[in-house]
Every structure is written in C-alpha cells, then in structure tokens.
C-alpha cells in the first residue's frame, strides 16, 4: 500500500472511531481543550475525506460527507467549540460542487448561497451559482453573478466562456479584454535590474496562488527562486541548460521569452514537468475545479513523437520482453520464431518512440477504475503489480488514458490499426508532423482538381498530359487527421530572423480572403503552420529539400535515425541491431536496444554498460543529498568528535542523517536489482556488479 493509501486509511479509522464516540453520551478522557482539538480534528477529517472522494468522481458519496462534516459543525457550535469560519466556507462551497455534478441545481444554487454569506468574494462559489441560475433558465441573474465573477479572476478560461454563453443569449456585445503587460507581483519585490535580483516576502494576503517558487534543500543559501512557466513551443526534447547571459552574471537580452533555464531550481522542475512527474495547476491550486482536457492521438504524437502500433502481448510480457508483430507468412499470427500467438486475440497497443535507443510503452485498456496519475514505484524501480496497477506505468499511457476517458475508447485503437497497418504508406507515419499527411503532386493537375504523382522515373506526372515533374512545376499537400482534406502548402517564408511560431493570418482566421498583396508570411491554415514548425526544427530550408528527404522516406529501410545518422556526418553511429524489428528478439527496456540472437543478448546483458543502468538513471541522482554508499554501513567516531581528518575518503558515514541515506539508497538499489532478475535482465549466476557489489552483503 502507497503512503497516500495508508494516510487515507488511517485517517478513516480515526473518522469512524470519532463518530462512534460523539454518538455516545461518554464523557470525553481529557481537557476541554482537548475536546475541542478533537472535534476539530474530526471535521477537517471529513473535509478531506470528502475532497478525495469528490476527486474520484463519486459525487453522491462526498455530499454525504460534507454533509456529515457540517452537522458535525453545527453540533460543535452546541458545545461552544468554534470551527473556522473558512472552513465551513469551502466545505458549502465543495458541497455545491458535488451537487452540481450530480445534476441538484437547487441545493447546489443553496450551498453556493451560504459559502458567499462567509465569504461574499468565494469566486468558486459565484461561479458555481452562475451555473446553477444557467441551468434554471434564470440568465440574467446568472450573468450578474459571474460578472463579478470575471472581476475577481478575469483570465480564467471557464468564467470567460460562461460569460460569453450568457452575453449572446442576453444579446449584450462581447468585448475583448485588456491585458496588463506587466504584472507586479506582491510576494517577489524586484531589487534590480536582473532576472534573479528579487527577494520573497512570506505576508498574509489573498491573491490567485498562481506563481510557482522552489528551492533546494540543505543548500548553503536556501532562497526561494521563481520558477517560470515551462517553455512548450518549441519541440526541444533535450536538457535543459542556464542561459549563457544569467550564468556570466549579465542581464537576459530575451527576457520575457527565453527558453533557457535561469537558475538550477529552474533546470529541475522544467525536467519533472515534462516527464508528467508533478503538475503546476496541482501544486498551485489543488483542490481547485479542473480544466477539461482535450487531447487528441495527433496532439499527444505531436508532443511525444513515435507511433502507435500493436506488438504480442504474450511476448511483450515474457520475461524477457520479445518484440513481436504479425507474422509476414501469416498476418493471423505473431512473429515468434517457435510459438506462434494468435495475434488478434493476443495483441495489445504499444507506443514506439525511435530515438538514440529504441523505446516501447504499453497502454493498457482503459478502465474506469484508472487512477489518473503515474505510479511512483514504476517511475523508480518498477511495480510490482504491473498490468493489474490502476496507476499509468508512462506519461504517454496517462495522456492516452485521459484522452480516452473524455471522447471514447474507440479512436485510440483505431489510430493503433492505422500505425501499424502494413498497406497505409509508412512515410506519412515516420515522417512529417505526426498529425499531418503528406504528397508531391503535380501543380498544374492539381489546378485542374485532379491529384497525379510523378511516373516512376520522376521525370513527368503520371496523368495523361505527361507534364514535366520539376521543382518549379510540383506542389506539396499535406491532410490533417481532424480534417481529412488536402490542403496545399506555400514555402516556407524567407524572412529572416525566422519567427519563435508561426501564427495564423488574421483575415484567414476570420473567415475572409487574405488582403496582404504580397507574399503573407503568417500561415493560411493550421496544416500550413504545422509543416512549417516541422521545417523549423528540422533545418529543412526550402521546399525542394523537403522533396529530397520526402524521396529519401519512400525507400525501403528509411528511418528517421538513418537520415539524422547521415546528415551529422557519421558523428553518430547506429547499429543494425537497435532497429531490428523485423525479427522477434529479446528486448532490453532499460537500455532500449534489441538483440537478434541467444549469444548477442548474452553478451549486452553481461557488459558493464548494461549493468550501470540497472542501478543508476539520470534521474536517480537528484534524490540523494549525501555520498554514494561504501559497503560500510557504520557511523565514525572520529567524525563525531571532530578528529575526522579523510573527509570525502572516509569509509564510514559521516552522521546519522548519511547513515540512513545510505540504508534507504541501498534498499533502493537492491529492489532494482530485484526487478531486473524479475525480467531477466541479469544472467542468475552473475554476482559481479562492480561498485554495486556491496548490495549482496548483508548489513553488520
């Protein structure tokens, strides 16, 4: 069981142990203060008892348990014993919240009623009467409520769109709002002209808890830095580095839209929020309402790249892990070289993410039991649980999961049959944007309405007027997956510098003909700019170099890691092996690499390399505040009185707080030992881990 699950049980034993005594006429065992603290106690219980049910989805029972909380408020008010005013705001508040879910407009318009009777600014609360005045066909009250609404938080994106629902049903004039292009901010006072010149003042005030502060602990200067939001336009998959500028102690010549980090704090959090592991909305506001989440298979491909494709689930599973596809003999069963699986039955859908390494991510089928957020023991050394873990296992099955619940289980499978659908033209998939289609077409046929590719030698189109296929006299058309209609796309404009994004014309986006004379540089349709963010990134300079590497992708064998391999000049080599897909071999997920044969896995499961990232991950390295372990697991006594003189050499630890780091990070170390044996990532006679050897003797 999970900290959070034993936190929660505990905290319900301590509920029905209160319950049952209050409904006793026992005398409480102690002082009135006592008492107090205890019925107190009892209701803040309740409260987040009740808020971890609500975020469940089971509505019905957290009215029951804001209801039992608030009774049990009144009850104390009986014996003179005061419980906060705030408290029983949000629990009023989070009650009409729940009744709103459940579809109980009257209570809901009540509850919301009593919470701004405490607290007349609740902007939750005047959000959720709007919406019960709304669904009551009361419009005009309810658009007065959320006009004060939009005055307490003018950004927030459901408050702006309830007020635009009601303004047209009412026929008031919508009116574009104004955006302040500074902000000043009460809790970080600037004390310079540089980015880091600024101090924390911890004061008592109510604001919309919208900026994010970090620091790292036992450092020698434990100041709070402001941590921006994580740049996301750009592509950039790599890490994360300080800005050249605020590292040489000068002022950012790209402030306010830099993508570089400005402090370590910065370097951290930016790595943890992409990699799902914590969510700013959460930590801002956690109990607040949360946004709808429209998520997409080309969306979610777009930010993590790969494909979808279905792989044997019986040998995904084995131990170890078998990449196996249909069977070219017979596409009814899977790939494996002795059993064959009945691969329909068997199949299961796995993202492929081809980079340096050659990664696969299961998605399970969606359930509604799906908890959604990332399991900690997978995202460490594994679960133990594996398929039956009701916790994502990677942050792409999270999007997927979340994607699925919101707008069906169907549409991800049918991307999955389409990915690895032998007759779909594999180009389309591994190159380009992942939401776009791509094809060379004839410009003067397709002027005409017809859609003729070149003939097989590439010197004409194939259409019956043979026209002469040169750069000048082709055009490319790319179709989105939303849209599904083909759509052409101008060069990428000249215009130097190139722009961070490109935006849409105005006049395009408004449903009219683009007035610019000449050559409009802002794109004139959403496939338009996504191609031209591909060619961006990639380098891809004009469109005759995209119809070079577009050729390049029709041969058979192409992958995006061989072209990169040949356009960096053999800097970087790749082995046949790291792409061997075509036969069934054993697969290491912890390196990411496939094996062809008995004797090939062998040899990688033996070598030092290998046995390095058993143990250590990049990420591993900033959870430890203390020295690597040993193999000696005492305290020195000359460290404790002062006579120490080997300090970093010292074999023995150096306090008590070490000594405990070093048993947690050897029982770390040892379940991810264990997990890897569990997948036969280690030979079972093998015992020689190097510097990791000391994990096998036991602690004097």
Same mark, same amino acid.
């Given at each position: 069981?999970?900290? %959070?699950?034993?936190?929660?049980?505990?905290?319900?034993? &301590?509920?029905?142990?209160?319950?049952?005594?209050?409904?006793? %006429?026992?005398?409480?065992?102690? %002082?009135?203060?006592?008492?107090?603290?205890?019925?107190?106690?009892?209701?803040?219980?309740?409260?987040? #008892?009740?808020?971890?049910?609500?975020?469940?989805? @089971?509505?019905?029972?957290?009215?029951?348990?804001?209801?039992?909380?608030?009774?049990?408020?009144?009850?104390?008010?009986?014996?003179?014993?005061?419980?906060?005013?705030?408290?029983?705001?949000?629990?009023?508040?989070?009650?009409?919240?729940?009744?709103?879910?459940?579809?109980?407009?009257?209570?809901?318009?009540?509850?919301?009623?009593?919470?701004?009777?405490?607290?007349?600014?609740?902007?939750?609360?005047?959000?959720?009467?709007?919406?019960?005045?709304?669904?009551?066909?009361?419009?005009? /009250?309810?658009?007065?409520?959320?006009?004060?609404?939009?005055?307490? $938080?003018?950004? &927030?994106?459901?408050?702006? #769109?309830?007020?635009?629902?009601?303004?047209?049903?009412?026929?008031?004039?919508?009116?574009?709002?104004?955006?302040?292009?500074?902000?000043?901010?009460?809790?970080?006072?600037?004390?310079? !002209?540089?980015?880091? &010149?600024?101090?924390?003042? !911890?004061?008592?005030?109510?604001?919309?808890?919208?900026?994010?502060?970090?620091?790292?602990?036992?450092?020698?200067?434990? =100041?709070?830095?402001?941590?921006?939001?994580? !740049?996301?336009?750009?592509?950039?998959?790599?890490?994360?580095?300080?800005?050249?500028?605020?590292?040489?102690?000068? @002022?950012?010549?790209?402030?306010?839209?830099?993508?570089?980090?400005?402090?370590?704090?910065?370097?951290?959090?930016?790595?943890?929020?992409?990699?799902?592991?914590?969510?700013?909305?959460?930590?801002?506001?956690?109990?607040?309402?949360?946004?709808?989440?429209?998520?997409?298979?080309?969306?979610?491909?777009?930010?993590?790249?790969?494909?979808?494709?279905?792989? *044997? /689930?019986?040998?995904?599973?084995?131990?170890?892990?078998?990449?196996?596809?249909?069977?070219?003999?017979?596409?009814?069963?899977?790939?494996?070289?002795?059993?064959?699986?009945?691969? /329909?039955?068997?199949?299961?859908?796995?993202?492929?993410?081809?980079?340096?390494?050659?990664?696969?991510?299961?998605?399970?089928?969606?359930?509604?039991?799906?908890?959604?957020?990332?399991?900690?023991?997978?995202?460490?050394?594994?679960?133990?649980?594996?398929?039956? *873990?009701?916790?994502?296992?990677?942050?792409?099955?999270?999007?997927?999961?979340?994607?699925?619940?919101?707008?069906?289980?169907?549409?991800?499978?049918?991307?999955? *049959?389409?990915?690895?659908?032998?007759?779909?033209?594999?180009?389309?998939?591994?190159?380009?944007?992942?939401?776009?289609?791509?094809?060379?077409?004839?410009?003067?046929?397709?002027?005409?309405?017809?859609?003729?590719?070149?003939?097989?030698?590439?010197?004409?189109?194939?259409?019956?007027?043979?026209?002469?296929?040169?750069?000048?006299?082709? $055009?490319?058309?790319?179709?989105?997956?939303?849209?599904?209609?083909? %759509? +052409?796309?101008?060069?990428?404009?000249?215009?130097?510098?190139?722009?961070?994004?490109?935006?849409?014309?105005?006049?395009?986006?408004?449903?009219?003909?683009?007035?610019?004379?000449?050559?409009?540089?802002?794109?004139?349709? =959403?496939?338009?700019?996504?191609?031209? +963010?591909?060619?961006?990134?990639?380098?891809?300079?004009?469109?005759?170099?995209?119809?070079?590497?577009?050729?390049?992708?029709?041969?058979?064998?192409?992958?995006?890691?061989?072209?990169?391999?040949?356009?960096?000049?053999?800097?970087?080599?790749?082995?046949?092996?790291?792409?061997?897909?075509?036969?069934?071999?054993?697969?290491?997920?912890?390196?990411?690499?496939? *094996?062809?044969?008995?004797?090939?896995?062998?040899?990688?499961?033996?070598? @030092?390399?290998?046995?390095?990232?058993?143990?250590?991950?990049?990420?591993?390295?900033?959870?430890?505040?203390?020295?690597?372990?040993?193999?000696?697991?005492?305290?020195? #006594?000359?460290?404790?009185?002062?006579?120490?003189? #080997?300090? /970093?050499?010292?074999?023995?630890?150096?306090?008590?707080?070490?000594?405990?780091?070093?048993? &947690?990070?050897?029982?770390?170390?040892?379940?991810?030992?264990?997990?890897?044996?569990?997948?036969?990532?280690?030979?079972?006679?093998?015992?020689?881990?190097?510097?990791?050897?000391?994990?096998?003797?036991?602690?004097?």
């Amino acid at each position: 069981m999970s900290a %959070t699950g034993q936190d929660r049980s505990s905290r319900w034993q &301590d509920i029905q142990k209160g319950l049952q005594f209050i409904q006793s %006429t026992l005398p409480f065992p102690g %002082t009135q203060e006592q008492y107090e603290v205890f019925i107190q106690s009892l209701v803040r219980n309740l409260f987040g #008892e009740a808020n971890d049910v609500f975020l469940e989805g @089971e509505w019905a029972r957290s009215v029951e348990l804001y209801t039992e909380s608030l009774n049990i408020a009144e009850y104390a008010e009986s014996e003179d014993i005061i419980i906060s005013q705030d408290l029983k705001e949000k629990l009023y508040a989070n009650r009409a919240a729940s009744y709103l879910n459940i579809g109980l407009h009257d209570q809901a318009l009540e509850d919301s009623e009593k919470a701004l009777q405490l607290n007349e600014s609740n902007y939750r609360a005047l959000y959720r009467k709007a919406r019960c005045l709304k669904e009551m066909g009361r419009h005009q /009250e309810a658009y007065e409520v959320v006009a004060k609404c939009s005055m307490a $938080v003018p950004q &927030d994106t459901h408050v702006i #769109e309830m007020t635009q629902e009601l303004a047209k049903m009412l026929g008031l004039k919508i009116r574009k709002a104004y955006v302040r292009s500074k902000v000043l901010y009460h809790l970080i006072v600037f004390t310079g !002209p540089g980015v880091l &010149d600024y101090a924390y003042h !911890p004061e008592d005030h109510k604001c919309k808890k919208d900026l994010l502060l970090g620091r790292t602990k036992h450092s020698e200067l434990p =100041t709070w830095k402001f941590i921006r939001p994580r !740049p996301t336009k750009n592509q950039y998959m790599g890490p994360y580095y300080i800005c050249k500028d605020v590292a040489m102690g000068q @002022e950012c010549r790209y402030f306010g839209h830099c993508t570089f980090a400005y402090c370590q704090e910065e370097i951290d959090v930016w790595t943890l929020e992409r990699k799902g592991f914590i969510c700013r909305e959460n930590l801002c506001d956690p109990y607040g309402s949360k946004p709808k989440i429209n998520l997409t298979v080309p969306k979610i491909l777009q930010e993590h790249h790969g494909i979808f494709m279905f792989l *044997c /689930e019986v040998c995904f599973d084995h131990k170890p892990r078998i990449i196996s596809k249909t069977s070219k003999d017979n596409p009814g069963l899977c790939f494996h070289p002795v059993t064959k699986h009945a691969f /329909e039955e068997k199949k299961c859908l796995v993202h492929n993410l081809r980079d340096k390494t050659v990664r696969y991510s299961k998605i399970r089928p969606y359930i509604p039991h799906c908890q959604m957020d990332l399991c900690r023991h997978e995202v460490r050394y594994g679960c133990q649980r594996e398929d039956f *873990c009701f916790y994502a296992h990677s942050l792409i099955e999270l999007k997927v999961w979340m994607m699925q619940s919101e707008r069906g289980v169907t549409e991800i499978l049918e991307y999955g *049959c389409c990915c690895s659908c032998p007759e779909m033209s594999y180009d389309i998939i591994i190159f380009g944007p992942a939401n776009l289609k791509m094809q060379f077409v004839c410009a003067q046929c397709w002027r005409n309405g017809q859609v003729s590719e070149p003939d097989k030698n590439k010197k004409y189109c194939s259409a019956k007027a043979r026209h002469p296929w040169s750069k000048e006299r082709r $055009v490319v058309l790319v179709s989105s997956v939303e849209r599904k209609k083909w %759509t +052409t796309v101008r060069p990428l404009p000249t215009k130097k510098p190139i722009p961070a994004q490109f935006d849409i014309c105005l006049h395009v986006a408004a449903g009219k003909k683009c007035q610019y004379i000449g050559n409009c540089t802002f794109a004139h349709s =959403t496939e338009e700019r996504d191609l031209w +963010t591909f060619m961006k990134d990639n380098n891809i300079a004009d469109m005759e170099q995209l119809y070079e590497m577009w050729l390049q992708s029709q041969k058979p064998g192409w992958s995006e890691e061989s072209s990169s391999a040949t356009r960096e000049n053999g800097k970087q080599i790749h082995m046949p092996t790291d792409y061997a897909e075509e036969v069934a071999g054993n697969h290491c997920w912890l390196c990411g690499k496939n *094996c062809n044969s008995d004797k090939q896995w062998q040899q990688h499961i033996t070598s @030092e390399k290998h046995k390095e990232r058993v143990f250590n991950s990049e990420d591993d390295q900033n959870c430890w505040q203390y020295r690597f372990p040993t193999g000696t697991f005492r305290v020195c #006594e000359r460290f404790l009185k002062g006579t120490c003189t #080997e300090e /970093e050499l010292c074999k023995l630890a150096h306090g008590d707080e070490e000594l405990k780091e070093w048993k &947690d990070r050897r029982e770390f170390l040892l379940m991810k030992l264990a997990k890897a044996r569990k997948d036969h990532l280690i030979a079972p006679n093998d015992n020689d881990f190097g510097k990791y050897s000391f994990l096998l003797k036991d602690i004097k």
